[in-house]
T-cell receptor, first 116, second 115 residues
């Protein structure tokens, strides 16, 4: 069964600190992996999209890594800010076009709280 | 936000009543989607559309129907709302045509409460 598991479920850090969120997946065939940020009361917003050939991808203070062999990804946030408080969702796209929704499998998200 | 709006943004309705949620986009994207988001679950696909009058079911389509008579509008209807359909509903569009790393943009969501 295609699944995406994220850890931890929630995390509290102090402003200015770094943190790393984890994503493990069992999706086959694999097409790409995405990280989304979802602020409270808003829709998810894409941070990165990585294909199997990409090991690392950065978007400002956000750096995603992908190990396609172990089927693991991480999202590292550097020098956290209060505005980083949000849920971070890992999404894996199963391969195969089929003119459909691309078979996106969503994780449940990690809720990050950044405290002053 | 890729020009996506949802209406209403909040709605409270009673069990058994029909409800229609609207998703509107301004950029003529072919693919549109309806998801629901519930505590303890990832986003789950309800229905999607790949063109005018072309729709298909997603993972949790029971109790929902959709219609797309114009490129810019994708409607989600709960024929007879139940308490289990209390949720936050997100519309999304997809940019690009390939099977690879297309982008998906989400609307602001509609919070529906069925009492």
């Amino acid at each position: 069964k295609n699944q995406v598991e994220q850890s931890p479920q929630s995390l509290i850090i102090l402003e200015g600190k770094n943190c790393t969120l984890q994503c493990n997946y069992t999706v086959s065939p694999f097409s790409n992996l995405r990280w989304y940020k979802q602020d409270t009361g808003r829709g998810p917003v894409s941070l990165t999209i990585m294909t199997f050939s990409e090991n690392t991808k950065s978007n400002g203070r956000y750096t995603a890594t992908l190990d396609a062999d172990t089927k693991q990804s991480s999202l590292h946030i550097t020098a956290s800010q209060l505005s980083d408080s949000a849920s971070y969702i890992c999404v894996v796209s199963a391969g195969g076009y089929g003119g459909s929704q691309g078979n996106l499998i969503f994780g449940k998200g990690t809720k990050l709280s950044v405290k002053p | 936000d890729a020009g996506i709006t949802q209406s209403p943004r909040h709605k409270v309705t009673e069990t058994g009543t029909p409800v229609t949620l609207r998703c509107h986009q301004t950029e003529n994207h072919r693919y549109m989607y309806w998801y629901r988001q519930d505590p303890g679950h990832g986003l789950r696909l309800i229905h999607y559309s790949y063109g005018v009058k072309d729709t298909d079911k997603g993972e949790v389509s029971d109790g929902y129907s959709v219609s797309r008579s114009k490129t810019e509008d994708f409607l989600l209807t709960l024929e007879s709302a139940t308490s289990s359909q209390t949720s936050v509903y997100f519309c999304a569009i997809r940019t690009g045509m390939g099977s690879g790393s297309y982008e998906q943009y989400f609307g602001p969501g509609t919070r529906l409460t069925v009492t």
